[in-house]
């Protein structure tokens, strides 16, 4: 499987697919198991250099193979049930959780296109990059991360507004953006919000239209004066 990376300033930069990829190969490295071919290798070869004074018993070589046999198709069993799982992802928004060489975490959302299998192994295709399905954190539905998002977005200008008593004119923008994507809510989207944050934003809109008015007003008697 190929991943190509980004080259900025003379330098290859690690994309969020390439860590994801290159992070599900060392898993399965770490946890590369012995393989059939092997086990009966090693049991060919314990049975060529036993003991002659005390050789096993055909009956505990045939325990262990047949351990052994149980053991792999465990294994194969949920290896299926992975790849049946990400085939059953087409079409549904995922949140992925991806980790660079440096252990830094990057959070990756979109649709699953298609999956790609591998060794046994399904990556996910989102947003064009293939990722393993080891960093799959989330299926959400549309309109949860819609309305998760917005809630965000929400509070992120809420949280930046000053103390409610140091509001000014400056701040006339951020204030009615507020009001304005409050207004365009709807109940579930709404419902992201505590009556505390909704209570304050009420109490940024009502003074800042008053604020308003008042410079307004100002105004108008500065130009009656004249």
Do not use: C, W
């Not at 998760?148 to 923008?173: C, M, Q, T, V, W």
């Amino acid at each position: 499987m190929g991943v190509v990376q980004k080259v900025e300033n003379g330098k290859f930069v690690e994309s969020n697919s390439a860590a994801s990829i290159a992070e599900e190969k060392k898993r399965a490295q770490a946890s590369n198991t012995l393989d059939k071919d092997a086990f009966l290798q090693l049991l060919v070869a314990q049975m060529k250099y036993q003991d002659p004074l005390e050789p096993t018993s055909n009956t505990e070589y045939i325990s262990q193979y047949a351990t052994f046999s149980e053991l792999e198709q465990m294994q194969n069993m949920s290896a299926s049930m992975d790849l049946f799982r990400a085939s059953s992802l087409v079409g549904e928004t995922v949140l992925l959780k991806v980790k660079d060489s440096q252990g830094r975490e990057t959070t990756v959302q979109g649709n699953v296109d298609y999956v790609v299998y591998e060794k046994n192994k399904a990556y996910l295709s989102v947003n064009g990059d293939l990722y393993s399905m080891d960093d799959l954190d989330t299926v959400a539905d549309p309109t949860y991360l819609e309305a998760y998002k917005l809630g965000a977005d929400f509070l992120n200008i809420l949280n930046k507004l000053p103390e409610i008593e140091h509001l000014s004119l400056a701040d006339r923008e951020k204030v009615e953006k507020l009001d304005e994507m409050y207004s365009g809510m709807n109940d579930y989207q709404k419902s992201f919000l505590t009556d505390e944050q909704v209570d304050l934003m009420k109490k940024y809109v009502k003074k800042m239209k008053d604020m308003v008015a008042s410079a307004e007003n100002k105004g108008d008697d500065d130009g009656d004066d004249k």
